[in-house]
């Protein structure tokens, strides 16, 4: 009885001790796969996206591009931009590049391209700048100056109105007066926004955010693109920032320029061109 007894606790022991060899086993192949498989989560990790809308618009008229980046894996954060100066709008932006988790493609429309030229200045964020139908101003430059030397309509067709400071806030820097300007809704469509259909234009243009003197007064700081791999989508129907301008900006930041007929509101009626744009300077700097 003893004997038998004995065997048996054998036995159990032997099984005991092969199924704690196959736990150990098994235990030590999913630590070592998932020690293994890490580097290829890191690498596949893509750049995040900023975006950051112009004059006239809010964070809205990114919806249709932010749909297909997120589709294809991209971390999108869309700015809600003051529009109240150049230099407030810069340390905004800057601030909100600087809070996301990692290196950034920062995509800037209109007036939202001289923002992001300061924002990103000296940012440990930003890798690569898209200019989506933008201004890029140089240093020292001011958005009304581009508009000016380019042939810009702005001042035929915006309205201007003063508003109020709030009770005890000083002037503004310089002297500029409390006054923002608005494209006439009349006008918004055939200048802003022709290739994008009549109902949503005028929405648009009933929408629009107004733009603050200051803004495109205030002059630029050292830019972001003089330092940072720059893209440039050029707009060839563009009656906002005429073609031309735009090229002449894209040339001297030495941006890798893609041309496409549509209007300024191209990333309304284009989506998924400039998600296209956006996703070819992402790449670039993470193949």
């Given at each position: 009885m003893?004997?038998?007894m004995?065997?048996t606790?054998?036995k159990?022991?032997l099984k005991?001790?092969?199924?704690a060899?196959?736990v150990?086993?098994a235990?030590?192949?999913?630590?070592?796969a998932?020690a293994d498989s890490a580097?290829?989560v890191?690498?596949a990790?893509?750049?995040?996206i900023?975006?950051?809308h112009?004059a006239?618009?809010?964070a809205s008229s990114?919806d249709?591009v932010?749909?297909?980046?997120?589709q294809d894996?991209?971390?999108?954060?869309?700015a809600?931009v003051?529009l109240?100066?150049?230099?407030d709008?810069v340390?905004y932006?800057?601030?909100?590049?600087?809070?996301l988790?990692?290196?950034?493609v920062?995509?800037g429309h209109?007036?939202?391209?001289a923002?992001i030229?300061?924002?990103a200045?000296?940012?440990?964020?930003?890798a690569?700048l898209?200019?989506?139908?933008?201004?890029?101003?140089?240093?020292g430059?001011t958005?009304?100056?581009?508009d000016?030397?380019?042939g810009?309509?702005?001042?035929k067709i915006?309205?201007t109105?003063p508003y109020p400071?709030p009770t005890?806030?000083?002037g503004?820097?310089g002297?500029?007066?409390?006054v923002?300007?608005?494209i006439d809704?009349?006008k918004f469509?055939?200048?802003?926004?022709?290739?994008v259909?009549?109902q949503?234009?005028?929405?648009?243009?009933d929408?629009q955010?107004?733009l603050?003197?200051?803004a495109?007064?205030q002059?630029a700081?050292p830019?972001?693109?003089?330092?940072?791999?720059?893209?440039?989508?050029?707009?060839?129907?563009d009656r906002?920032?005429p073609?031309?301008g735009?090229?002449?900006?894209?040339?001297?930041?030495?941006?890798r320029?893609?041309?496409?007929?549509?209007?300024?509101?191209v990333?309304v009626?284009?989506?998924?061109?400039?998600?296209?744009?956006?996703e070819?300077a992402?790449?670039?700097i993470?193949p």
């Amino acid at each position: 009885m003893r004997t038998t007894m004995s065997t048996t606790h054998r036995k159990l022991l032997l099984k005991a001790g092969l199924l704690a060899t196959a736990v150990t086993v098994a235990l030590s192949g999913t630590t070592s796969a998932g020690a293994d498989s890490a580097p290829e989560v890191t690498r596949a990790v893509k750049p995040a996206i900023l975006l950051v809308h112009g004059a006239f618009a809010d964070a809205s008229s990114w919806d249709g591009v932010a749909t297909r980046l997120r589709q294809d894996g991209y971390q999108v954060t869309m700015a809600a931009v003051g529009l109240r100066g150049l230099t407030d709008d810069v340390a905004y932006v800057h601030g909100v590049l600087e809070s996301l988790p990692r290196r950034t493609v920062v995509v800037g429309h209109s007036y939202g391209g001289a923002v992001i030229s300061g924002a990103a200045t000296g940012s440990t964020k930003a890798a690569a700048l898209v200019y989506v139908a933008a201004f890029a101003p140089d240093a020292g430059e001011t958005v009304q100056e581009l508009d000016q030397r380019f042939g810009g309509p702005t001042g035929k067709i915006t309205t201007t109105r003063p508003y109020p400071l709030p009770t005890g806030m000083p002037g503004l820097p310089g002297g500029i007066p409390p006054v923002e300007l608005t494209i006439d809704p009349a006008k918004f469509r055939h200048y802003f926004a022709q290739d994008v259909p009549e109902q949503q234009a005028a929405n648009m243009a009933d929408g629009q955010r107004p733009l603050a003197l200051a803004a495109l007064l205030q002059p630029a700081g050292p830019p972001a693109w003089k330092s940072l791999p720059s893209w440039y989508l050029l707009t060839r129907e563009d009656r906002i920032i005429p073609p031309s301008g735009q090229r002449q900006m894209a040339e001297r930041m030495h941006a890798r320029v893609v041309e496409r007929w549509a209007s300024h509101a191209v990333t309304v009626s284009q989506p998924g061109t400039s998600a296209e744009v956006v996703e070819a300077a992402a790449r670039q700097i993470h193949p």
